[in-house]
């Protein structure tokens, strides 16, 4: 059963700097099937990546993802103020056929 | 404006059943592979239960397998989860979303289910 681990947990940080969220995966992941999104207070989540690397339709280009295999890696260039939110990883295709993170709150420092 | 919109959540007994809909328009929902996720109070993203745009193959998290059935009718753009046998476990707002490149980029608001006595 594959697993997907967020880190850090929390990561404080100031407008104007840059994130860097970490999404670990127990096996090899399909670069094809793996995404990104992000969720605020009382909203449902927001797809921001997909196939690892690729924009989702209307995403800002500061949100950046990369990596293969079982390390993935979603960026944040500069962070704007209505970027502070919970970001999640998430595979489709092993087993279980859907997983998600544990999400990484970026807050304000 | 593609849009999905979810209904049937509600307070119910442990052991109780009920049944989520999801509405959908703005899209061709019958060439699209659909998904619920759920999230607990103050908790992550689950997944759920998934179903292809024939409808004829569905997945489940062992979670809720042999008790939620997800299922779909093409013909009135609607999503269908029903639950049987509930638990306190399963309280979470629960999402319908659209499946796409196997990401979720369209998200219903969520209908919240509350299982107590």
């Known amino acids: 059963e594959i697993v997907l681990t967020q880190s850090p947990g929390t990561l404080s940080l100031s407008p104007g700097e840059r994130a860097t969220l970490s999404c670990r995966a127990s096996?090899?992941?399909?670069?094809?099937?793996l995404a990104w999104y992000q969720q605020k207070p009382g909203q449902a989540p927001r797809l921001l990546i997909y196939s690892a690397s690729s924009r989702a339709t209307g995403i800002p280009d500061r949100f950046s993802g990369s990596g293969s295999g079982t390390d993935f890696t979603l960026t944040i260039s500069r962070l704007e103020p209505e970027d502070f939110a919970v970001y999640y990883c998430?595979?489709?295709?092993?087993?279980?056929?859907?997983?998600f993170g544990g999400g990484t709150k970026v807050e304000i420092k | 404006e593609v849009q999905l919109l979810e209904s049937g959540g509600g307070l119910v007994q442990p052991g109780g059943s009920l049944r989520l809909s999801c509405a959908a328009s703005g899209f061709t929902f019958s060439s699209s592979g659909m998904t619920w996720v759920r999230q607990a109070p103050g908790k992550g993203l689950e997944w759920v239960s998934v179903i292809v745009s024939g409808g004829l193959t569905t997945h489940y998290a062992d979670a809720v397998k042999g008790r939620f059935t997800i299922s779909r009718d093409n013909s009135k753009n609607m999503l269908y989860l029903q639950m049987n046998s509930l638990r306190a476990e399963d309280t979470a707002v629960y999402y319908c979303?659209?499946?796409?490149?196997?990401?979720?980029?369209?998200w219903g608001q969520g209908t919240t289910l509350t299982v107590s006595s």
């Open positions: 979303a659209r499946v796409s490149r196997g990401a979720m980029d369209v």
């Open positions: 998430q595979q489709y295709g092993s087993s279980p056929l859907l997983t």
């Open positions: 096996q090899s992941v399909s670069s094809s099937y």
